[in-house]
């Protein structure tokens, strides 16, 4: 577990008694596919299928259908770039192994870091959810 006595659900308190985001663990604890709130929890009922709320603490992970999808096409374009340059870089003798490297590499990487690309996607919807919740509306008079 990753909480201390100065933690409370992501939050540390400062030395005004105010609260502040801990925003790197909160990071982690997405990567860990655990709650980004509490890191008890996990985010995912199977490989790929997020559960509804934490169990331990009762965040509800995705309160909207695609607040997460952004974060999902962008990462999976920076992947795609990243497998671009890879091709540019290293040079199989034959052009069939080249296609079966490259398909073999694509597929696996963006397939096997989902979970954690939407682990991390959650935790950062999470912060932006604490963030903007907390600040004064400055529309109000």
């Known amino acids: 577990m990753d909480r201390d006595d100065r933690t409370v659900e992501g939050h540390e308190a400062d030395h005004r008694g105010t609260t502040k985001l801990r925003w790197r663990r909160v990071i982690w604890r997405g990567m860990r596919k655990r709650c980004p709130r509490c890191g008890l929890g996990r985010l995912f009922t199977s490989w790929y299928t997020v559960a509804e709320q934490c169990p331990h603490c009762h965040l509800e992970y ?24 890879g091709m540019l870089l290293f040079r199989p003798p034959t052009l069939w192994i080249s296609q079966v490297v490259v398909t073999a590499l694509a597929v696996g990487i963006v397939l096997l ?24 509306d400055s529309t109000r008079h």
Do not use: C
């Open 62 to 85: 995705e309160s909207r259908d695609g607040d997460t999808w952004a974060f999902m096409y962008v990462t999976t374009a920076g992947l795609t770039g990243v497998i671009i340059v």
């Open 113 to 136: 870091s989902m979970p954690y690309r939407k682990g991390v996607a959650i935790a950062i919807h999470f912060i932006s959810e604490t963030v903007w919740s907390e600040e004064p």
